[in-house]
């Protein structure tokens, strides 16, 4: 089955400062999503990624796929306060849009002010 | 427009007592699941539907039991709750128009603790 694995767990920057979260997974990636999740609170969909090479951004967040390497990375320029939470990666299989979709463990953020 | 709806969004049970949750999404997706988040061990799929009237077997099924009698709705219960059921649980819905690859949207969860 496929797993994927995020880096680092736990993340503490200074606001202002960039900075990159890396998702890897076991097996080649058909569709690669991130999520950002607040204490308390559900999974918010940020970006979903398809393609090899493939790069999206959104406001001050940038996640990009690497197809060769099996691995995406979101990066973070001039973290805010509001950066923080916990970001999570997930994967679907190419043929089964339900068992073999998985999660990674994600990564806290954390951005002191 | 609400999106998906859990409830409840908190519950204390004692063991071997039951319960239901119910998850409810009103953008007509075809696919429902049911997650629970534990620490350390990340978001894990319990069961699954791909339409109403049908589920199937997530990672984690054991001890739950789900029905999805109309498309909206996709319910999750216990029958005999175990302190090792106390999680949180999330429900997410998916839409399948406009191809294949649709994220999936979530719910607040639900924080569940039996004593």
């Known amino acids: 089955s496929q797993e994927l694995e995020q880096s680092p767990q736990s993340l503490i920057v200074q606001e202002g400062k960039n900075l990159t979260i890396n998702c890897t997974s076991s097996?080649?990636?058909?569709?690669l999503y991130w999520y950002k999740q607040k204490y308390g609170e559900g999974l918010i969909f940020l970006m979903m990624?398809?393609?090899?090479?493939e790069e999206k951004s959104h406001e001050k967040i940038t996640a990009k796929l690497d197809e060769k390497k099996q691995q995406s990375s979101l990066h973070i320029t001039a973290s805010q306060p509001s950066h923080a939470g916990i970001y999570l990666c997930?994967?679907?299989?190419?043929?089964?849009?339900?068992?073999?979709?998985?999660f990674g463990p994600g990564t806290r953020l954390s951005v002191l002010p | 427009n609400a999106g998906v709806t859990q409830t409840p969004k908190f519950r204390v049970l004692k063991t071997g007592q039951s319960m239901t949750l119910l998850c409810a999404q009103d953008?007509?997706?075809?696919?429902m699941y049911w997650y629970r988040q534990d620490p350390g061990m990340g978001l894990r799929l319990i069961h699954y539907?791909?339409?109403?009237?049908?589920?199937a077997k997530g990672e984690v099924p054991d001890g739950y039991n789900v029905s999805r009698l109309k498309k909206q709705n996709f319910l999750l219960g216990l029958e005999s709750a175990a302190p090792s059921q106390t999680s949180v649980y999330f429900c997410?819905?998916?839409?399948?128009?406009?191809?294949?690859?649709?994220?999936?949207?979530f719910g607040d969860g639900t924080r569940l603790s039996i004593l």
């Open positions: 990624l398809q393609k090899g090479g």
């Open positions: 539907s791909v339409g109403e009237g049908t589920t």
């Open positions: 953008m007509n997706h075809e696919y």
């Open positions: 997930g994967a679907d299989s190419p043929d089964n849009y339900g068992q073999n979709f998985v």
């Open positions: 097996k080649t990636l058909y569709g």
């Open positions: 997410a819905s998916r839409s399948t128009r406009g191809g294949l690859r649709q994220p999936q949207h």
